[in-house]
């Protein structure tokens, strides 16, 4: 196989023995671990003995675009991204699963520097890639590639998160900068004519989560990733779960000072911008202080504040008192879409 | 929304208020179950508390055309693959996680009947759909729908089944007749002008797996599901991963008559072409009679026979002795692909 200058045909995809051999040469040697070795058309692993504990599951598919990007590509996304969603319901990440689906046409060496991103982030997070599938579909009819990855994880007796478990009373976390990740992508496709310094937050926060869940106990009510639809999504779910309002200072809010100007020539609004390496906590006002120095004690949440308060209100509305005293809703997504973000 | 007649747009995945919708009316409703309807970003289960036993995961990325065809669609069929997987690794599936990647434009109305269609061959097995992923691409990046499910399940006490098991003397048995799946597929793709009364054998297997494992106790040495490359591929990895020979008799294999007919219009080998609800397992000679026993006594291996058996052979061959007495080599993927069969 030619990983140089080769690209990917259907018969990588056909099961037969170009399959195997793509399988072995790019992913096995990039995900390397004893699970994934064992090559049976499962992994198999030990289950974990928490008496009285519960598991967790999460799924992505990352279909973004372009596939390599200011401060990661779609490999490091992937990872990132599933990590998230298993560390954000107060879990232990153990491990992932990870699908392909590929672009007849494909290079060769892009998949294989994919793979070793992806290798390289689930090592670095300490989260194995123990089983996959490779797919490979006519030209045409993908866009290069699409990655989804599963996670599985395990949470500690007592640790219950839940979108539905804001109270009014209770202080909104947020772990540093918004709009980080969807300014780096927009200002990489090459039509918008402009650059900026900004990169991707993209990151596994399973450290920082865990350090939150030690240091909040019960006091820690539930934790999200803005990701698409950025922190107005997200701010809208838990309201809209908890049947509770939120509202936010608009001067507490972390934003880069280029991911304004960026927000301002595109048109957008920072709160809307996708994240995928932040989160959101709400916390009992009691425990607020403890968490927050707990984050920023975490490289990934050095820079956490507290940005608002949980009101009661029947219509679930998120509010935000502006900069200049006035307040104003913050809607779900509005105006133009971003899509293929993550 | 307009399930009816409306068509999925870029907004649909953009995490916003239409995201929200389209999950609740099209997805939510149709895996309906208390893990799913926790609406956080991961779902939460019990750990299954299996002293001494062991968890398995599985995933399967399917990218199948056409996406409804005889005897299942792309939603069945992918709810039955990963449920496969799991319960060749002689697990008992537990829960499923769906990521869907949707090409814009798609019917809402077929976007629902492939949904009802998972749901539905998810409750009949048993093995609920507890957390999912939506993602919309523009028109021409993707192909319909893309769906990836990944399966965890619980492996009992002392249950070791691994493709590396098998050795000379092992008895290999089939569960059924071999190509239907995959001749349903060519067959109803419009441009191929023949049609067939085959439909894909497109099924979940964990039942006859469990009935296996609780007949053959450690004499089961491993099991497969016959896939893409078909039987011939799935030989041939249990011959490689095992370091051994196998040698089967044309003559023991179930064909349906159709399904001959249609391979040599064709111009296909059966031995090549993919199942979607078959198993191969080897055994040792002394358990052999017992597990045929027990799958004969399933709805779905009531024509399961004995194939062949494990020789030694340095070279990993599998050899086919002919109904003409003669003998041949059994390789890999050969002539002609058959792409996106599953
Ligand atoms: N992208 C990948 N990364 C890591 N391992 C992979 C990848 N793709 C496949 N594998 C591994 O290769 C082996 C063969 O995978 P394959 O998908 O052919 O098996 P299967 O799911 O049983 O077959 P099918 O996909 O036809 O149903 C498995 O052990 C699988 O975990
Ligand atoms: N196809 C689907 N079937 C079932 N549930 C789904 C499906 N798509 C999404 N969901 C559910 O909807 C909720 C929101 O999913 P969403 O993908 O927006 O969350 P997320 O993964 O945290 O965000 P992102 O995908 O932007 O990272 C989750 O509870 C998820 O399980
Ligand atoms: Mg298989
Ligand atoms: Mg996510
Ligand atoms: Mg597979
Ligand atoms: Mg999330
Ligand atoms: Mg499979
Ligand atoms: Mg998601």
């Known amino acids: 196989m030619d990983v140089k200058s080769g690209r990917v045909d259907l018969s990588h995809g056909a099961g037969g023995r170009a399959s195997a051999q793509l399988i072995d040469e790019i992913f096995r040697d990039a995900f390397s671990n004893a699970w994934l070795d064992q090559g049976n058309d499962q992994a198999a692993f030990d289950v974990p003995l928490v008496p009285g504990g519960r598991m967790v599951m999460a799924t992505d598919a990352h279909v973004i675009t372009p596939l390599f990007f200011p401060g990661g590509d779609i490999g490091s996304l992937a990872v990132h991204g599933t990590i998230n969603d ?24 892009d998949l294989k520097r994919i793979a070793d991103s992806m290798g390289r982030a689930s090592r670095e997070a300490g989260v194995p890639i123990v089983t996959g599938d490779t797919k490979v579909v006519e030209r045409g009819k993908a866009d290069g590639v699409f990655i989804t990855t599963t996670g599985i994880g395990v949470l500690a007796p007592g640790v219950e998160l839940s979108g539905d ?9 947020l772990s540093g900068s918004i709009g980080d990740h969807g300014v780096a992508i927009m200002a990489s496709r090459e039509n918008l004519g402009f650059e900026t310094a900004i990169v991707s937050d993209s990151a596994a926060l399973h450290r920082l989560t865990a350090a939150m869940v030690a240091a909040g106990g019960t006091g820690l009510k539930l934790m999200r990733d803005p990701t698409r639809g950025g922190l107005a999504a997200t701010l809208n779910e838990i309201a809209t779960q908890s049947r509770v309002g939120i509202r936010i200072a608009e001067e507490a809010l972390p934003i880069k000072a280029q991911v304004v100007a960026a927000c301002e020539l595109l048109g957008l609004d920072p709160l809307n911008v996708a994240n995928e390496g932040k989160l959101v906590a709400v916390v009992e006002a009691g425990a607020a202080e403890a968490v927050l120095a707990a984050m920023r004690a975490d490289p990934l949440g050095r820079e956490a504040v507290a940005i608002g308060e ?33």
């Open 86 to 109: 298993v560390a954000v319901g107060g879990a232990v990440p153990l491990h992932l699963a990870v699908s392909f689906i590929v672009e007849e046409g494909f290079p060769l060496a």
């Open 165 to 173: 478990r804001a109270r009014p009373g209770d202080v909104v976390l």
């Open 310 to 342: 949980v009101i009661e209100d029947d219509r679930s509305f998120v509010q935000m008192t502006t900069s200049f005293g006035g307040g104003r809703i913050v809607d779900w997504l509005t105006g133009e879409q971003l899509p293929r973000i993550c």
